[in-house]
C-alpha cells in the first residue's frame, strides 16, 4: 500500500454534483500511510473544499469503502476541512448595503470576552423571552468557528432556501429558518456539525456579513447578532460596519472570566467603535440544586459581575443561575424560556426593552 494507490483508488470517487474525481478537482490532500505491523495499518488524508458541501459524509463513506475493498482491515482517518479561496465567488459582500435592515427595529449584539460562559443559551432563551412578550425577533449566529445555534434549537440538518432578490435579480437573497416563531441563520445551516472551517479573519468577517445583510429578515422588532468570544477583527469589522443599536456583555463571575469581559468593555467603548453597552448578563450567577430550592451555591464566585458593572458604570441586567433544566433543553434544542415557570430570562428581557423600546 502506497500513497500513489490510496490516490488511485480515490481517484475512483466521483463528487456526484460535479462530475468529477474528487483528484481531479483537487480535494484530496495530504496522503499519509502507517504502516501498523502486527497492527492494522492506516491511511490518512484530507478532503478539503472550497466551501462548504453538503456531500461531505457520502463522499468520506465512498473514500473508506473504496480504500477497505482494496485493503481489508485497513484503518481510514478522514480530515475534512473548508478553506475558502482568496477570490471569493458569488456575492461581492462590500457591494451589499443595509437595505435587508430597513424593517429592523433594534440590532442587539451578544457578546463575550471568553468563550464557555453560556453566551449562545443568553442569546436563544432571550430571544425567545422577547417573542414570548409579543415582539418579532430574529438572532444571527455570528460564532462562524463554533456555531451553536442549530443544535440548541433543534434545527440541525436544515438549509435556509435562496431567493432572487426581486429588486436585483442578479442578487441572491438567503431566506431564515423560522422555528418557535423566531428568524434564525447560522454558518452552521450550511456545514456539516464536525465540518471545520479554516477561514482567515477577512473571510470570516466577509462570510458573517453576509449571515446579516444578505438575509431576508422582514420586519422585526429585535435582531440579536450572537458573537464569538474575544474581542479580535472578526468583532471590529461587525460592530463597526454594522448599525448596531447596543451591545450585551455575558460572563460567569469568575475572576478569569471577568478579566476578559473589561476587555469587551474596553472594545466597545473604544473611540473607533463607540458602541452603547445595555448593561451586563451574569450567567451561572449560583448553584440550586432541585431537592434544595431554596440553596444557593456560589461555585464560580459571588457577584463579580455586580462588582465590574459598579467600577464601569453599567447596568447588571440579570444574574442567571445555573440550572440543570436550562443545560438540558439547550442540548434537546427546546430552550428554557419556552417554559412559563423560567424567569430569569423573562426578566432580562423585560430590562432590554427597557433601555431600548
Known amino acids: 500500500m502506497t500513497k500513489e494507490a490510496v490516490a488511485e483508488i480515490l481517484a475512483g470517487v466521483i463528487h456526484p454534483a460535479l462530475e468529477k474525481s474528487i483528484v481531479e478537482l483537487g480535494l484530496v490532500e495530504d496522503i499519509k500511510i502507517e504502516d501498523g505491523g502486527d497492527a492494522p495499518s492506516k491511511v490518512k488524508f484530507k478532503l478539503v473544499f472550497k466551501k462548504p458541501d453538503a456531500l461531505v459524509a457520502d463522499l468520506k463513506e465512498a473514500c473508506e469503502k473504496r480504500i477497505l475493498s482494496a485493503f481489508p482491515g485497513t484503518k481510514v482517518y478522514i480530515t475534512e476541512l473548508v478553506r475558502e479561496s482568496e477570490k471569493r465567488s458569488g456575492t461581492n459582500v462590500n457591494d451589499l448595503g443595509f437595505e435587508q435592515l430597513e424593517e429592523v427595529g433594534k440590532i442587539i449584539a451578544i457578546a463575550s470576552g471568553k468563550g464557555g460562559v453560556g453566551k449562545s443559551t443568553v442569546t436563544v432563551n432571550l430571544a425567545i423571552a422577547l417573542a414570548r412578550m409579543g415582539y418579532s425577533v430574529g438572532v444571527a449566529d455570528a460564532d462562524v468557528y463554533g456555531p451553536s445555534i442549530p443544535k440548541m434549537t433543534a434545527t440541525e440538518g436544515l438549509q435556509p432556501e435562496v431567493w432572487a432578490n426581486e429588486e436585483n435579480p442578479s442578487e441572491q437573497l438567503i431566506v431564515p429558518i423560522e422555528k418557535y416563531g423566531i428568524k434564525w441563520i447560522s454558518i452552521g445551516y450550511f456545514t456539516a456539525p464536525e465540518q471545520a472551517l479554516i477561514w482567515r479573519g477577512p473571510m470570516a468577517c466577509n462570510a458573517l456579513k453576509q449571515m446579516v445583510l444578505q438575509v431576508k429578515w422582514g420586519q422585526l422588532d429585535f435582531l440579536l447578532l450572537d458573537l464569538p468570544p474575544g474581542t479580535g477583527d472578526i468583532h471590529i469589522s461587525l460592530v463597526k460596519d454594522l448599525p448596531l443599536d447596543g451591545a450585551i456583555i455575558v460572563s460567569t463571575p469568575q475572576a478569569v472570566a471577568l478579566a476578559d469581559v473589561e476587555k469587551g468593555i474596553n472594545l466597545f467603548r473604544n473611540p473607533d467603535v463607540d458602541k452603547e453597552i445595555l448593561g451586563i448578563v451574569e450567567n451561572m450567577a449560583w448553584f440550586t440544586p432541585a431537592e434544595l430550592p431554596n440553596n444557593r451555591y456560589y461555585i464560580f ?54 433601555r431600548t423600546v
Open 301 to 354: 464566585g459571588k457577584e463579580g459581575c455586580k462588582a465590574i458593572a459598579e467600577k464601569y458604570n453599567l447596568d447588571l441586567l440579570a444574574q442567571i443561575p445555573l440550572v440543570q433544566s436550562i443545560r438540558e433543553s439547550g442540548d434537546n434544542g427546546t430552550p428554557a424560556a419556552l417554559e412559563q415557570n423560567e424567569n430569569a430570562f423573562a426578566a432580562l428581557a423585560n430590562q432590554v426593552v427597557m
